[in-house]
């Protein structure tokens, strides 16, 4: 199937042999009569390739033929790139010698002719081999050309993007769901339910549903998903289920030690584990796992997703539950949904035919989908009708791949290619969206159709395209809407290694077998070191790969103790001299020969803390696209030569800390779209040639995430013009932008800051300086630090996109611009403004504020007294509606806010009870502005009137004032899922009236969780809590003057966590193995005592 891509590959070459640089070259060497018969040969053979494609399938002669033809493809197109890689060089070294209008391409050695000689004769063999094949067949082709088809590009954008939509199954989760909450009477601890059905049925997005099931989430205390697949490897799904469930790496330990630590994170815990797609049916395999699993707290579960009756039966499933194909109503309504625009409504005709094409779909959902993906893009009738008579009869009865193989059958050329190439990953592997479009970049399959869009744009398109017709799910966005994840359905996954062939292995602890001569791709998936050296022998004759992907979970790269050899990799980068995408991320070594890889495009070297410089050879990498360095903490700069990388579209190294400048000539990277960070040098005295700010001048084409540091070091050299020079407002595509004027560590440095005082021409230039350095109005997020001007820029209200602003360290600002042009803003942090003392300096208004905003975080502001100054009580704003959190930290004058009656979560830190009291007040919801003024005398906030009940978070730390939580705010906080109180010396929990000792807590009808730390004066619990059956977790810390635990704590029936530490007066009582408390409460799952202060872990 795999032949299927040789149409988009001689494509390639055709386009190459046509490009001014190969025809400059043959000009040079006298190769023009040998590349245009290559051409012709080449564009004889792709005329019939197409019908060649469709016949393969059932004629073994043409499919004989193509695969002796694609080796021969490929390597015609290895020969051009490393044609045009050496040219490129060659070009670059002249360059350094002349300019470039003197001499384009230049030669002078004897080396250089007899390359020019030796790739002649190549060119020729090739053409010959081609030659060969091309006539060396005994059937006919016709010609076909394929129109460039349009898919899906004049839909909605929100189309291809929409929630899963999942009809018919309310019945099946309601059962299931019942039986996991259901309380049993059996002594064993574990109970299994397995759901079972063909491919296709949404056996995972039921799991899903009910893994994701807020009954579910209360009811058990822990929760683990793996997908299982073919490799049925015990300790490996040990470990997945124990990541899963920390949301953290497992260390790479013997079986043994790991069920040790399985069995201390499960022990005396309900929980719930879902193994998704199970194929084992191997009984002592189920029994070592089920041994493994054994532990956790009765009525555990575990769900198990399988086609295999068998499979349920070995695991003794207390319940089988056979999922059945959808309803014909179910299937039509799912159907339309995805075949028809939401707006369209189908002929008579239309409907008639798509329910003769449901009907074959036999009701499994991922037919339907793809089939109606497939059909959304053919608007006639008589397209429906030529699919239905001509490409509905390939479907075979119970084979749900052939089904699904017709949406293949009707991709374009280009988006085959793509998809084939998915193969490459494993079963359920989350994949970047990004990084696979750079991925496909590397390869070239993205072929640019319109001049106006870039590679990645493009790429983003087909991706779209392919998502639309289900060929992903489970997307996943950021917090600016892009796609950001991905994943295949199993059944897809099929599809995709069926059509792929030979192409594309990936190596895995199953999967150690074979890697054909053919093999252009590899994934090699390690779950920890043993399993890394685990390399079929093999393997090194797989010479002409041209992707290899490592990818490690182990966590070599941070420690430097591992005695680890990476000599298979070493060996096996230095012989696959095509590679065009290598991925050594986590690798102890970089070996010096990947800096000769002349057809390289995608370079990752991440996690490598040992890495402290690149070598000059990697500006032999002509064609690279995409250099990624994240997490290389030793890495000391760029590469001095990096501007020889022209193609360069990515160039990413976060946190690599001892990098502070950018090297000369990075402002040829004209073609750069993504960019970490622009690094403007430690200071003004840099003793190497570094760029400044207008290296980015014709870098209009950045997208993403930019951060600019360290801007008062070119104020320093007198260099004000370079600011415009950074030409910010024409890069449109651009989503964030940082700008921080010094090192992050002076932001929290006093004595740093009292060095560096500014004066009155300092102030003027720095004010100058962020003025002209206008971002465009496309811009969504902002974040400004370290900046010391009075002023803000003028054109910050005029960012009417902004979903996100940051301003911090900003010490000389009084006031902020009027927020009335920012009505999509959701998350607005301020931070360590010491002379801000109102946001909004605007007087008498009644603006409408912020509609969409969400989140507000104001911190370390010691003057900041309210939001805006208030000359009359009736002018308090209606604002902040959408607010679910807030939170405030060390602003001490702060008393006035507008309303926020949604909140959700509040923090407060570093305040006083006025604070809160006003900051209540403001949660009132009935509008009563006169109650929420700081200056009312009113009732209390805490009283039945105004009412708290939408706050579910509530986090109180270091009131100092604070002495009693009034009876009133406790009946008032009837929504209240966790609070947590610490630091406040005064408080005293509990009422002082004898005839109820904290009766009053009992309110607290849905609190999950409470934490009481560092309250000296706490002498008892209070009664009321005895009564809250919701409560799951208690912890108590540093609670020196409490004397005893009450007996009630274990009535609490739905408690799963105790901790107890640092309580000196309770140390005897809570002492392990002799202290009286632990038998008291040895039921309870999680018990954790501890006489010292350290964070509690589970027993």
Not at 265 to 276: A, H, S, T
Not at 311 to 332: F, M, N, P, Q, Y
Not at 505 to 510: A, I, N, P, R
Not at 559 to 584: E, W
């Amino acid at each position: 199937m795999a032949e299927a891509v040789l149409f988009n590959i001689a494509g390639d070459i055709i386009k190459k042999l046509g490009s001014r640089t190969i025809l400059e070259i043959g000009k040079w060497w006298n190769l023009e009569d040998e590349l245009e018969k290559l051409k012709d040969t080449v564009s004889t053979i792709q005329a019939v390739l197409l019908d060649a494609e469709k016949q393969c399938s059932e004629n073994q002669q043409v499919k004989v033929w193509l695969q002796r033809l694609k080796q021969a493809i490929y390597d015609a197109d290895d020969l051009l790139d490393d044609f045009s890689a050496e040219a490129l060089w060659q070009q670059s070294m002249s360059e350094d010698k002349k300019s470039a209008n003197q001499v384009r391409f230049s030669f002078p050695s004897l080396n250089r002719l007899s390359y020019g000689y030796k790739m002649a004769r190549k060119i020729k063999n090739i053409r010959e081999k081609l030659d060969y094949i091309k006539g060396d067949r005994g059937f006919h082709l016709n010609e076909c050309r394929e129109e460039r088809s349009i898919m899906f590009r004049d839909r909605e954008q929100t189309h291809s993007s929409l929630p899963e939509i999942v009809v018919g199954r309310d019945d099946d989760k309601n059962t299931i769901i019942e039986n996991l909450l259901l309380s049993t009477d059996k002594k064993e601890n574990l109970t299994v339910i397995s759901i079972v059905g063909i491919g296709g049925l949404g056996k995972t997005t039921l799991a899903q549903f009910l893994y994701s099931d807020e009954r579910v989430k209360t009811h058990f205390e822990l929760r683990g998903w793996v997908c299982v697949s073919n490799d049925f490897n015990v300790k490996l799904i040990t470990e997945k289920i124990l990541e899963s469930m920390t949301s953290g790496r497992c260390d790479n330990l013997g079986m043994d030690a790991t069920k040790n630590n399985f069995h201390e994170k499960i022990n005396g815990k309900r929980y719930i584990i879902v193994l998704d797609d199970v194929w084992n049916e191997d009984v002592e395999k189920w029994f070592r796992l089920r041994d493994v699993l054994a532990g956790g707290a009765k009525e555990s579960k575990i769900i198990i997703t399988t086609r295999s009756k068998k499979v349920a039966k070995i695991t003794r499933s207390t319940l089988v539950h056979e999922l059945k194909g959808l309803s014909e109503a179910d299937s039509w309504s799912l159907f339309e949904k995805i075949a028809f625009d939401q707006r369209q409504v189908p002929s008579s005709s239309q409907e008639a035919i798509g329910k003769e094409i449901v009907a074959k779909c036999v009701g499994v959902p991922l037919a339907i989908r793809t089939i109606g993906g497939l059909l959304y893009c053919k608007n006639t009738v008589s397209e429906w009708l030529f699919f239905r008579n001509n490409e509905l009869p390939k479907v075979q009865e119970d084979n749900i791949l052939s089904t699904l193989k017709l949406s293949y059958d009707n991709l374009p050329s280009y988006l085959k290619h793509c998809f084939a190439y998915c193969s490459i990953f494993p079963k359920d592997y989350e994949i970047s969206v990004q990084k696979l479009i750079y991925l496909w970049m590397a390869q070239g399959y993205i072929e640019l159709s319109d001049p106006s869009q870039s590679l990645e744009e493009t790429g983003l398109i087909y991706f779209r395209d392919l998502l639309f017709m289900s060929f992903f799910q489970e997307v996943t966005k950021d917090k600016w809407g892009n796609m950001k994840t991905c994943k295949m359905h199993d059944l897809i996954h099929d599809l995709a290694k069926l059509v792929a062939g030979e192409e594309s292995f990936t190596l895995s602890v199953s999967n150690v077998a074979s890697v054909g001569k053919t093999t252009r791709h590899v994934f090699q998936y390690a779950y920890n070191y043993e399993y890394e050296k685990q390399l079929p022998s093999n393997f090194f004759n797989a010479k002409k790969v041209r992707t290899l992907l490592l990818h490690n979970h182990h966590k070599l790269w941070c420690d430097d103790t591992v005695d680890y050899d990476p000599g298979n990799y070493l060996l096996l980068v230095s012989k696959s001299k095509y590679l065009r995408a290598l991925d050594l991320g986590e690798q102890s070594k970089v070996p010096d020969s990947i800096f000769g890889l002349k057809h390289l495009r995608y370079l990752d070297l991440s996690y490598n803390n040992r890495l402290r410089k690149l070598p000059s050879s990697i500006s032999r990498l002509q064609n690279l696209q995409v250099l990624i360095l994240d997490h290389c903490s030793s890495l000391e700069g760029l590469p001095k030569d990096i501007g020889k990388l022209v193609d360069l579209r990515k160039l990413s190294f976060y946190n690599c800390y001892p990098i502070r400048d950018m090297p000369l000539g990075i402002e040829k990277l004209t073609r750069l779209e993504r960019l970490t960070a622009f690094l403007l040098g430690r200071d003004g005295s840099a003793s190497k040639p570094i760029s400044g700010l207008d290296a980015l001048r014709n870098m209009n084409n950045l997208r993403g995430e930019l951060t600019i540091k360290y801007l008062r070091y070119v104020l320093k050299n007198d260099a004000l013009d370079e600011f415009c020079a950074a030409n910010l407002k024409e890069k449109r595509y651009l989503q964030s932008l940082s700008l921080e004027w010094i090192p992050l560590h002076c932001f929290y440095n006093d004595d740093e800051n009292d060095k560096d005082k500014i004066d009155a021409k300092d102030l003027n230039n720095e004010e100058m300086a962020l003025e002209e350095l206008r971002p465009h109005q496309n811009l969504k997020g902002l974040h400004l630090s370290g900046y010391r001007g009075v002023k803000y820029p003028s054109w910050l209200p005029f960012l009417t996109n902004l979903l996100e602003l940051h301003i911090s360290c900003c010490r000389n600002i009084q006031f902020l611009p009027t927020f009335d042009h920012f009505p999509f803003l959701e998350n607005l942090r301020i931070s360590k403004l010491s002379n801000l003392e109102y946001i909004d300096c605007e007087v008498d208004t009644n603006n409408g504020g912020f509609p969409s905003l969400k989140e507000l975080w104001l911190s370390d502001c010691s003057i900041l007294k309210g939001w805006k100054r208030l000359s009359s009580i009736a002018m308090l704003p209606k604002v902040f509606n959408c607010l679910s959190k807030l939170s405030i930290f060390s602003c001490p004058n702060l008393t006035s806010m507008p309303l926020f009656p949604s909140l959700q979560t509040l923090e407060l830190v570093d305040a006083t009870i006025e604070q809160l009291e006003q900051t209540l007040k403001m949660m009132n919801s009935a509008g009563d502005y006169s109650s929420a003024s700081p200056s009312s005398s009113s009732s209390s906030p805490f009283s039945a009137t105004h009412s708290h009940w939408k706050l579910e978070q509530l986090f109180l730390k270091n009131i100092k004032d604070l002495e009693l939580m009034p009876a009133e705010l406790l009946h008032s906080l009837t929504s209240l899922e966790v609070l947590s109180i610490s630091d406040c010396p005064r408080i005293v929990p509990v009422s002082t009236d004898a005839r109820d000792i904290g009766g009053e807590w009992q309110a607290l009808k849905s609190l999950r969780s409470l934490e009481l730390n560092s309250i000296p004066e706490l002498v008892c619990l209070p009664e009321g809590l005895q009564h809250i059956t919701t409560l799951q977790s208690l912890a108590i810390g540093r609670c020196n003057n409490l004397l005893s635990l009450p007996e009630w704590i274990a009535n609490l029936t739905k408690l799963q966590s105790l901790r107890v530490f640092a309580c000196h007066s309770l140390s005897e009582k809570c002492r392990q193995n002799t202290g009286e408390y632990l038998p008291k409460f040895a039921h309870i799952p999680n018990l954790d005592f501890r006489p010292y202060d350290h964070r509690p872990h589970p027993r």
